[in-house]
Each structure stands twice: as structure tokens, then as C-alpha cells.
């Protein structure tokens, strides 16, 4: 072997162990601990008004809706509150059937 070729190979050699055996084990460590998330609901969990009148619309998009079912989404609409809005998605859609 050339002599250009074994002095790299006698440093990666002596090297190696040396690098491998003083770097930290990632198993040795614990995982931390998880975070409990508040008990509370936070208004990023629910949707907002127009959220609740795009899934208005959707429901009023499909032709087989019956005209009583479209009336009472046409009135949460009309309304335009968000407690209207779902208090139709929720409940009042599942009424009107």
C-alpha cells in the first residue's frame, strides 16, 4: 500500500473508537416528561362562523336536501350568530329530517 493511503487509514482507525466511544448514548437518556395540555377547551379547538357557514353551504349544495331542511339552514344563515350556526349543525339539521 502507498504511504498516502495509509496514513489516513491509521488516523480513521485511531480516531473512531475515540469519537464514538465519548459521544453520549441517545438511549441513556430519559425522555422528558410529557406536559399535561389544559383541561380546558381553547377556542382554536372549535370552529368559527365561517367554518360553521361553509358546512352550511355544503349541506345546502346537495340537491337531495329536503325543502324544509333548507329552509331551517337558509334561517341559521340568516341569523348569523355562531350559536345559531351550530346550534344547527348540532342539533337542528337532525330535527328538521
Do not use: W
Not at 496514513?7 to 430519559?30: D, E, G, K, M, R
Amino acid at each position: 500500500m502507498r504511504p498516502h493511503r495509509v496514513a489516513p487509514a491509521v488516523a480513521v482507525a485511531v480516531l473512531a473508537p475515540a469519537l464514538l466511544l465519548a459521544t453520549p448514548s441517545l438511549a441513556a437518556t430519559p425522555a422528558p416528561a410529557a406536559v399535561p395540555g389544559p383541561a380546558v377547551s381553547s377556542s382554536a379547538d372549535e370552529p368559527d362562523a365561517d367554518d360553521l357557514k361553509v358546512a352550511i353551504a355544503r349541506i345546502l349544495a346537495d340537491p337531495s336536501v329536503s325543502p324544509a331542511l333548507r329552509a331551517a339552514a337558509n334561517a341559521a344563515l340568516d341569523d348569523n350568530t355562531p350559536e345559531a350556526l351550530r346550534h344547527f349543525l348540532e342539533v337542528g339539521r337532525y330535527q328538521v329530517a
